[in-house]
T-cell receptor, first 118, second 110 residues
Framework: DVKVTQSSRYLVKRTGEKVFLECVQD?????MFWYRQDPGLGLRLIYF???????EKGDIPEGYSVSREKKERFSLILESASTNQTSMYLC?????????????????FGSGTQLSVL | QKEVEQNSGPLSVPEGAIASLNCTYS??????FFWYRQYSGKSPELIMF????GDKEDGRFTAQLNKASQYVSLLIRDSQPSDSATYLC??????????FGTGTRLQVFP
């Protein structure tokens, strides 16, 4: 089974702190993603990466950065945590299954990190 | 208009009934469509995907896609209390961007 591991299940930080959220996958997937999930807003894409040292902005990248130095590891960094970054953060990796011109991307999620910024 | 819309629910159905979950999307170029199930306090897990018009069946689950109407649905037959969860619709757009709806909470009561 695919395993996507997030380093912390719960995290409490103070405003202004630099926060690192780590994610590791063991299936040699090329694609990795960071989402945040908030009530009423659903899952929103922060950043994603299709290859080592590669990153692309998602829908809400402001206040975040990422690092992908190794294929299996994708880190999310909050440069200066703010209270509006209190959220559930979900890491995912995916395999691509090509069918002609259509690709199906199956996401496998980690168990999530509930971050509270005080 | 949201890119992927779902009724937040809750949708309440009795055990053994058919639960029908609906999703509409705005981008006509969308290629693939996914249904994820998320239990309370857990992360989403993929249960179905579909990319051609029509129906796709997998056990008690049937995904239905109508690209002309920009509509995708999930039917759960013989609903069980263990099916109680939030169901997320996700749509893959042309830029390989996966957009999620906010989810529909399903409650199956005995």
């Amino acid at each position: 089974d695919v395993k996507v591991t997030q380093s912390s299940r719960y995290l409490v930080k103070r405003t202004g702190e630099k926060v690192f959220l780590e994610c590791v996958q063991d299936m040699d997937h090329e694609n990795m993603f960071w989402y945040r999930q908030d009530p009423g807003l659903g899952l929103r894409l922060i950043y994603f990466s299709y290859d080592v040292k590669m990153k692309e902005k998602g829908d809400i990248p402001e206040g975040y950065s990422v690092s992908r130095e190794k294929k299996e590891r994708f880190s999310l960094i909050l440069e200066s945590a703010s209270t509006n970054q209190t959220s559930m953060y979900l890491c995912a990796s995916s395999s691509m299954v090509g069918t002609g011109t259509t690709t199906n991307e199956k996401l496998f999620f980690g168990s999530g990190t509930q971050l509270s910024v005080l | 208009q949201k890119e992927v819309e779902q009724n937040s629910g809750p949708l309440s159905v009795p055990e053994g009934a058919i639960a029908s979950l609906n999703c509409t999307y705005s981008d006509r170029g969308s290629q693939s469509f996914f249904w994820y199930r998320q239990y309370s306090g857990k992360s989403p897990e993929l249960i179905m995907f579909i990319y051609s018009n029509g129906d796709k069946e997998d056990g008690r689950f049937t995904a239905q896609l109508n690209k002309a109407s920009q509509y995708v649905s999930l039917l759960i037959r013989d609903s069980q209390p263990s099916d109680s969860a939030t169901y997320l619709c996700a749509v893959m757009q042309l830029a390989d961007k996966l957009i999620f709806g906010t989810g529909t909470r399903l409650q199956v009561f005995p």
